[in-house]
């Protein structure tokens, strides 16, 4: 309590913030490499959401579901392409095929 009292006194000395008067407006340079950041993961999501697409268009899914995985995918384009790559991928499950075949 006589803590609480002291601070309640003294908050004015106590809470002293550092001067934010230094620059701190949206630069050229800024704006660019914002703009080509969101080009660049746009770039990134629309190739895991193609690979996606055309891998449901590869196995015959419906077109709710084609879509359904187009939004996970364009939630989760980093964990997909690992998956896909690892698991899904159609061309090497056909060199598999082929490779047994002989």
């Not at 701190?24 to 895991?48: N, P, R, W």
């Not at 084609?66 to 980093?78: G, N």
Request: glycine share 4%; charged share 15%.
């Amino acid at each position: 309590m006589l803590v609480e009292l002291f601070a309640l006194r003294n908050f004015r000395t106590l809470e002293r913030f550092a001067d934010t008067n230094t620059d701190t407006e949206l630069t050229t340079g800024m704006v660019a490499l914002i703009v080509i950041m969101i080009v660049i993961s746009l770039i990134y999501t629309a190739g895991a959401i193609s690979l996606s697409w055309n891998y449901n268009n590869y196995i015959g899914s419906t077109y709710g579901m084609k879509m359904f995985y187009a939004v996970l995918v364009f939630i989760f384009p980093s964990f997909y392409y690992p998956v896909y790559a690892l698991m899904l991928n159609p061309i090497r499950k056909l060199t598999h095929l082929k490779g047994s075949a002989k």
